[in-house]
C-alpha cells in the first residue's frame, strides 16, 4: 500500500463484489473487497439500464482513492486481469463546473452586495468542484505511474 496527497493506492485480489443503486446521488456504487479490505466504486448509471461492476471475483487490480473510516473510497482502478483502466467520470463533472463558474462570475458582477455574495459562493463551489475532479484525474496518473515504472 502506497499513500501520496492523501491518496492511497492497494493492490490485490477482488472479493465480495456487491453492486447498488443510489438514488439520491444517481449513481450505481459497487462496494468490494481488495485483498480483504473495503472499496467503494461510484458510477455514474442509470436505475432502468444498470452496468456491470468494473471488478470480477479474483480479479487482480491496483486501486487508487482517499482512505475514509473504514474503506477505501476508489477513484481510479486498473483491472490488470482485464487490462482495463478505469476511474470516476469527471466529463459532467467539468461541464458542471464551468457552468458554476460562469453563473458565480454574472452574479459577482452585480450591483448587489447580496447577490456579490452568492455570486462569492458560488464560485466556492465551483473550486470545490474543479479540486475533485483534479484528484481524480491524479489517481488515474499515479496508478498509470505505478503499474508502469519510470525507464
Not at 99 to 116: E, P, R
Request: with cysteine; proline share 5%; glycine share 8%.
Amino acid at each position: 500500500m502506497t499513500s501520496t496527497m492523501q491518496l492511497t493506492i492497494v493492490s490485490g485480489s477482488v472479493s465480495a463484489i456487491q453492486t447498488e443503486w443510489d438514488f439520491v446521488f444517481g449513481r450505481q456504487v459497487t462496494w468490494f473487497r481488495i485483498d480483504n479490505r473495503p472499496a467503494r466504486m461510484s458510477r455514474a448509471g442509470s436505475f432502468l439500464a444498470p452496468r456491470p461492476a468494473p471488478v470480477a471475483e479474483r480479479d487482480q487490480v491496483t486501486a487508487c482513492g482517499l482512505r475514509k473510516r473504514d474503506f477505501i473510497l476508489v477513484f481510479a482502478l486498473y483491472n490488470h486481469t482485464t487490462g482495463v483502466m478505469g476511474r470516476s467520470p469527471v466529463g459532467v463533472r467539468i461541464a458542471g463546473c464551468a457552468l458554476i463558474v460562469l453563473m458565480g462570475v454574472f452574479l459577482v458582477i452585480q450591483d448587489s452586495n447580496a447577490v456579490k455574495s452568492l455570486g462569492l459562493v458560488i464560485l466556492a463551489a465551483a473550486g470545490f468542484t474543479a479540486w475533485r475532479i483534479r484528484r481524480i484525474t491524479g489517481a488515474a496518473r499515479l496508478i498509470r505511474r505505478h503499474i508502469q515504472p519510470p525507464e
